[in-house]
Structures are given as C-alpha cells and as structure tokens.
C-alpha cells in the first residue's frame, strides 16, 4: 500500500502543478498592459472619426486582442513545462518500479517494499487448513503448515516445546516460527531470544521461539508454505526471513490473531 501511496501523492502534486501553471498563463496574458489598454480603449486612435471608423476599429482592436492573448499565453515560463514534465516522468518510473518490484517477488508476505525471500529458503505449498482434533502427522520437521488446532499458539518465547497443531495454526495467521535444537548453546539461545524480542510486530507480535528436537540444522525458521536452516542466530538471513513473512498472508490470513489463544510465554 505505501507504493500506491506514493503514486497518489505524485498524482496529486502533478495536478496542482498543472492548476497553477494554468491560472498562471491566465493572470499573465490578461495583466499585460498592452491588452488592457486595448480593452479600455486607451491605446487605439482618436474616437469619433465616424461609425465606419469605428466599425473598423473595433474589428482592428478585436483581431489584436486575439494576437495578444495567444502571444503571451505561448510565452510560458520554461520552468513550468519543466515541472510538469518532471512531475509526469516521475510517476512513470514509479509505476514501472512497483511492476518490477512485484515481477521480481520483492514484495513481502505483509505487502511492503524491500524484503525479498532469502538465499536457501525452501517454499512449498500447503493447501490444507482444516481444523482437526488429536495430533497431526506431519511431513516436515518442524511443521510449516498444514492441518491444525481450532486454537492458535499464543506468539512469544517459550523455554519449553510446543504443540505443533497450535503452532502451526499460528502460522496460518501470519506468525514466525523459530526453533532450535536443545543442545543448542546458551549463548546463542539468548541471542535468538533478544531477536525475538527486538523484531515482534506490535502487540500481535507473529514471532514464536521454541526449542525442538529433531530438526535438520541447529535453528529453522518456518512460516506458512516455507522454510529456513540456519546454523547461526547471527547469520543475516534469519532477519531477512522474518522481514519478508512476520505478518504476511502466506497462510491465506494476514495479520491474524496471535494472543487470546493457548500458551504462555515466558516473555
């Protein structure tokens, strides 16, 4: 929406621009002392010559009045034909940036600008939503979508594991999952506990931090229909990876409710 917003902004610029440069020209060529003079009659030769004299003059004045208007009405300052060819070239690249940037997939899951899907992220479709009772069997470890809880996980950190039928129904709302490996430093824990913390998305927050045993790498990072291993909480694609699908619509609901549900975080 912030790219549409530009486009509105540059539009309406280009408009006023366009209303000044008009009523400009106006003032301009009906200010002009020659013509006024011809509409008062100052500037013509002596009256009272004769109603054929008149008729002719009036004619003659008439005919002048004309000439002058589109003489000084042709005179446009330059710098307004500039502005206004600046302003209608401005849109353009716009509007051809936006094109490329959805082209290219550099919108983000939550509809923004600038975060494009990270080198190694695995992307798979999950089609089913259904809300189910009883465990899941899961073809991926950790889940990254797929049949679910009618609860949803409540978004944070946790110290423990967590059900992956509310996790996974969290992911459908927008979350980010990451997990780790419980024999995962503690060094390192408490850095993935500060990103967590550093990075939440207001009071919904879509990031939920897990331990989880069995993963294929020391830390993975999930979302509705993809997935990341990272084998650092320092490696810069974890930020990306949360950049482009905290929030996003990549379980079919946006922005979803991520409190309210089961589970209490530890902060």
């Keep these: 929406m912030l790219a549409l917003d530009k486009l509105r902004l540059l539009v309406g610029e280009l408009e006023k621009s366009l209303s000044t440069h008009s009523a400009l020209t106006r003032s301009t060529a009906f200010s002009h002392p020659a013509l006024i003079s011809a509409i008062e009659g100052r500037s013509v ?7 054929g004299k008149r008729a002719r003059e009036d004619r003659r004045r008439a005919t002048w009045t004309a000439e002058t208007t589109r003489s000084v009405a042709d005179r446009r300052p330059r710098t307004h034909r500039l502005a206004i060819l600046g302003g209608a070239a401005a849109i353009i690249v716009l509007v051809v940036a936006v094109g490329a940037a959805t082209t290219l997939g550099i919108v983000g899951g939550s509809g923004t600008l600038g975060s494009s899907v990270p080198t190694g992220t695995a992307v798979f479709t999950e089609s089913d939503h259904q809300h189910v009772t009883g465990n899941v069997q899961y073809d991926r470890t950790p889940p990254a979508g797929g049949a679910h809880n009618a609860i949803w996980l409540n978004c944070g950190v946790y110290g423990d594991p967590v059900p992956n039928v509310n ?52 830390i993975v990072a999930s979302a509705w229909g993809a997935q990341l291993q990272l084998s650092s909480p320092s490696d810069p694609r974890l930020a990306a990876f949360v950049a482009h699908y905290q929030g996003g619509a990549q379980g079919g609901e946006p922005r979803g409710e991520c409190t309210g549900g089961t589970g209490t975080p530890i902060a």
């Design 45 to 51: 030769t002596a009256v009272g010559d004769g109603v």
């Design 167 to 218: 996790a996974v129904h969290s992911l459908e709302h927008g979350a980010v999952w990451i997990t780790y490996r419980p024999d995962l430093p503690a060094t390192s824990v408490s850095q993935l506990r500060e990103f967590v913390e550093t990075h939440d998305d207001g009071a919904q927050r879509y990031l939920i931090l897990s331990p989880y045993a069995g993963i294929p790498s020391p």
